[in-house]
């Protein structure tokens, strides 16, 4: 009875030379790999792209872009009833705790005071399946007992929608965690900063 043997040659790891080993190194290193991880945009993001491009502007020192809704035309639920739930637990949230209160009511007018929100007349009439209620709610971290935000809540759901559904998220602008890492190596000083506040 015969046997066979099958196998294959190559270059084994005592083959590469260190010249290619160096080589190699060094591609990592200066972020060469990095070069093809640059995402494409998708056909989403594009678009999202050119709802923003069309229609940035600034008003009284504010860039102001339009929602990039996934459909155009959005024909919300009344969530009204959600909203207003959501608005009386939080009432009674406040009313258990005068600290909260306070610190919560000084934050929501500093929304007022920067133009970041502002008053609807009771007279405005928007059109059915045009408007939404963002209920809104306290978040404090443990870790900063000073500081509270008032977040307002997109993944909140009536009759299985909710605004995050309804709108596109655009492009992922956050740096590669690698690229960042090599980059500090380039130069002498490396700055970081943090955004404060967006709406």
């Given amino acids: 009875m015969a046997s066979a043997c099958h196998f294959v040659y190559g270059k084994s790891d005592s083959d590469i030379s260190l010249e290619a080993r160096v080589e190699q190194f060094w591609s990592i290193d200066t972020g060469q790999v990095l070069a093809g991880s640059v995402p494409e945009l998708s056909v989403d993001d594009r678009r999202v792209l050119k709802v923003w491009n069309g229609s940035i502007k600034l008003k009284e020192g504010h860039y102001e872009l339009s929602i990039p809704f ?3 035309c959005p024909n919300f639920p009344d ?15 406040l009313s258990e705790d005068t600290d909260l ?12 005071d920067k133009g970041y929100a502002e008053c609807i007349p009771s ?3 928007t059109e059915e399946g045009k408007l939404w209620y963002l209920p809104h709610h306290a978040v404090s971290n443990p870790n900063k007992p000073d500081k509270l935000r008032v977040v307002f809540d997109c993944a909140a759901e009536c009759k299985n929608t909710s605004l995050n559904k309804n709108v596109s998220q655009g492009q992922d602008l956050a740096n590669k ?8 190596r380039e130069r002498n000083i490396a700055l970081m900063a943090d955004i404060e506040a967006m709406f």
């Avoid at 009204?80 to 949230?93: G, V």
């Avoid at 209160?101 to 007022?112: A, C, D, M, S």
């Fill in 70 to 72: 996934i459909d155009e």
């Fill in 79 to 93: 969530n009204k009833s959600l909203a207003l739930k959501r608005l009386l637990y939080l009432k009674k949230r």
């Fill in 123 to 125: 007279t405005c009439n």
């Fill in 101 to 112: 209160h306070k610190r919560y009511t000084k934050e929501v007018n500093k929304l007022f």
């Fill in 177 to 184: 965690l690698l690229g960042v890492l090599l980059r500090f």
